[in-house]
T-cell receptor
Framework: AQKITQTQPGMFVQEKEAVTLDCTYD???????LFWYKQPSSGEMIFLIY??????QNATEGRYSLNFQKARKSANLVISASQLGDSAMYFC????????????FGKGTKLSVIP | DSGVTQTPKHLITATGQRVTLRCSPR?????VYWYQQSLDQGLQFLIQ???????AKGNILERFSAQQFPDLHSELNLSSLELGDSALYFC???????????????FGSGTRLTVV
């Protein structure tokens, strides 16, 4: 079964600095992908970035990038130039279940951006 | 607006009651997933429907059931409610690609259920 581990329950970052949120995964699927979602205090789940295991280059979406290291089974999210609006919970997730693709989530990291 | 619509946004009900949560997926998406987010269990997959048929079941209680209608909207029915059912319930939809791997799960804004 798929498993996601996010070891940082909470993190602080200074505004305009970069921050890395850790995510390690365990899967037996030969082909898989990793998702990152943001959940602000209002509660909605916002898709940030996705990378497939066979993608050659690390995914980038604006200020978000994935530091994907298959050998270490890690898919860390890097947020550059942090903004106050980045304060939120961040979840890493991996699809699981052949033919189903339901997501298995980590417990999340609460990021607080300090002015 | 993510394109996935969930109603109602908030629901307060008493123990023992039954409620129905509704989800309209993003246009063109055939798959609907239901998730429960609680403080102690985190985000957990409940059930998936694909084009009207149940595709996968997760940690869904027998008191809970769901269905997907011909117009692809889905309903999650929660009955004999207990205090522990209080949670944020999300619906998500996705497009299944030709390779069989979905991408870009889109979540609705959730229904916050409070059982008193």
């Amino acid at each position: 079964a798929q498993k996601i581990t996010q070891t940082q329950p909470g993190m602080f970052v200074q505004e305009k600095e970069a921050v890395t949120l850790d995510c390690t995964y365990d899967t037996s699927d030969p082909s898989y992908g990793l998702f990152w979602y943001k959940q602000p205090s209002s509660g909605e789940m916002i898709f940030l970035i996705y990378q497939g295991s066979y993608d050659q280059q690390n995914a980038t979406e604006g200020r978000y990038s994935l530091n994907f290291q298959k050998a270490r089974k890690s898919a860390n999210l890097v947020i550059s130039a942090s903004q106050l609006g980045d304060s939120a919970m961040y979840f890493c997730a991996i699809p699981s279940g052949a033919g189903s693709y339901q997501l298995t989530f980590g417990k999340g990291t609460k990021l607080s951006v300090i002015p | 607006d993510s394109g996935v619509t969930q109603t109602p946004k908030h629901l307060i009900t008493a123990t023992g009651q039954r409620v129905t949560l509704r989800c309209s997926p993003r246009s063109g998406d055939l798959s609907v997933y239901w998730y429960q987010q609680s403080l102690d269990q985190g985000l957990q997959f409940l059930i998936q429907y694909y084009n009207g048929e149940e595709r996968a079941k997760g940690n869904i209680l027998e008191r809970f059931s769901a269905q997907q209608f011909p117009d692809l909207h889905s309903e999650l029915n929660l009955s004999s409610l207990e205090l522990g059912d209080s949670a944020l319930y999300f619906c998500a939809s996705s497009a299944i690609t030709g390779t069989g791997y979905s991408y870009g799960y889109t979540f609705g804004s959730g229904t916050r259920l409070t059982v008193v």
